[in-house]
Nanobody, 114 residues
Framework: QVQLVESGGGVVQAGGSLRLSCAAS????????MRWYRQAPGKERELVAA???????NYADSVKGRFTISRDNAKKTMYLQMNSLKPEDTGVYYC????????WGQGTQVTVSS
């Protein structure tokens, strides 16, 4: 069983920065593909960024150049550095781990005010 706990969300003004963390337990973290998703009110959950077990990264077009995903396998933690935040980045951000099946965290709220 994999447990994921997100942290680092909050309220920030447009143009500001936040760093999200996702701490994992109960697994060999390095073997998992890790992703950040977000869900805005009234919208479907969307993929924001992904990092594979071999450190290959991918980003949604809407966040390229502004967000950076990373992982520290020794700390069993994934990060999302979010810069130049925009109001449309507002939503609940979820951590996802995948290896044969998906595991999800409880989410952390990010609110960007204009």
């Amino acid at each position: 069983q994999v447990q994921l706990v997100e942290s680092g969300g909050g309220v920030v003004q447009a143009g500001g920065s936040l760093r999200l963390s996702c701490a994992a337990s109960g697994t060999i973290f390095s073997l998992y593909a890790m992703r950040w998703y977000r869900q805005a009110p009234g919208k479907e959950r969307e993929l924001v960024a992904a990092i594979s077990s071999t450190l290959i990264t991918n980003y949604a077009d809407s966040v390229k150049g502004r967000f950076t995903i990373s992982r520290d396998n020794a700390k069993k933690t994934m990060y999302l550095q979010m810069n130049s935040l925009k109001p449309e980045d507002t939503g609940v951000y979820y951590c996802n781990a995948e290896r044969a099946r998906d595991y999800w965290g409880q989410g952390t709220q990010v609110t960007v005010s204009s």
